[in-house]
């Protein structure tokens, strides 16, 4: 990070109040340049030309269901697909680390800074990374669905990051964006370090639709940061399932491999 910029960003945070940290923080960032979260070069963006080649981009053979990345081809479902079949029809991640390695990896880094330092700034390039590896055909979806927070996490975070990285594939395959089309009903804790089984306990009927929206015969793309164990994306999908969707496919920006 530029020092100039750091050092801006910590005196706002010490004498502004949260609910203008966010416009600050913007400011702060059209004013330095951008430096690579990872390496802290100068770069364009959240990551720069070194560290991305350094990114372990997704690609097939994966499984055909849930995106998971297989050893040897052809793409086939994996096991658990087979045996558990999600709601959606296809889940893809354009990159993937593993959770040990998420504080070298460079994307990983990037989402958590998004994430958890709200540096909302990030979000334009990484969701600009989402629409070049685009993995769906355009014209494959009506509606684009973030991933909902809650209420409460949605005010402590001042904004909804799986909305920010929909934003540029959907404007560049022309994919109408519904920010309130799900509404997330239970402030569920936090996923990491939840076995697969609490995983789903956890985000199980955390999700509707909300009143009045109607989808019965649309394709929807949810759009998330981060899967783990798919359980979230598999709750979202069956909630638009029960209210008639023709399809849903999913797209993350990251496959945080446990296996």
């Known amino acids: 990070m530029n020092p100039r910029r750091g050092e801006v960003l910590r005196r706002m945070h010490d004498t502004i109040p949260r609910a203008a940290r966010a416009i600050a923080r913007g400011v702060a960032d059209g004013l330095f340049p951008w430096f690579c ?8 963006g959240a990551l720069c030309a070194a560290c991305l080649t350094r990114v372990r ?14 050893a040897s081809p052809p ?24 959770p040990a390695d998420e504080e070298g990896d ?3 880094l990037a989402l958590r800074a998004l994430k958890y330092a709200r540096r909302r700034a990030l979000a334009r390039s990484l969701s600009e990374l989402l629409a070049e590896r685009f993995p769906f ?11 909902p927070l809650h209420v409460a996490r949605l005010r402590e975070r001042g904004f909804n990051q799986a909305l920010l990285l929909a934003r540029a594939p959907a404007r560049r395959f022309g994919i109408r964006v519904d920010a309130g089309l799900l509404i997330r ?3 569920t804790p936090p996923q990491v370090g939840l076995t697969e089984a609490d995983r789903r306990r956890n985000v199980r009927r955390a999700f509707a639709v909300r009143p009045g929206r ?31 969707v023709a399809s849903v496919d999913v797209l993350v920006a990251a496959r945080a491999l446990t296996r």
Request: glycine share 6%.
């Open 57 to 70: 981009w997704i690609g097939e053979p994966w499984c055909t269901r849930c995106g998971l990345p297989m």
């Open 137 to 147: 055909a355009a014209g494959d979806h009506d509606i684009a669905a973030p991933v």
């Open 185 to 187: 009903l239970r402030d």
């Open 106 to 108: 460079p994307l990983g």
């Open 37 to 44: 979260i990872a390496c802290a070069a100068p770069a364009d």
């Open 214 to 244: 109607s989808v019965k015969g649309l394709r929807i793309l949810l759009i998330d940061d981060v899967c783990t164990s798919a359980a979230t994306a598999r709750a979202c999908a069956a909630v638009l399932r029960e209210h008639g």
């Open 75 to 98: 793409s086939h479902p994996c096991a658990r697909c087979a045996a558990d079949p999600p709601a959606f029809e296809r889940l893809r991640a354009i990159a993937c680390y593993r």
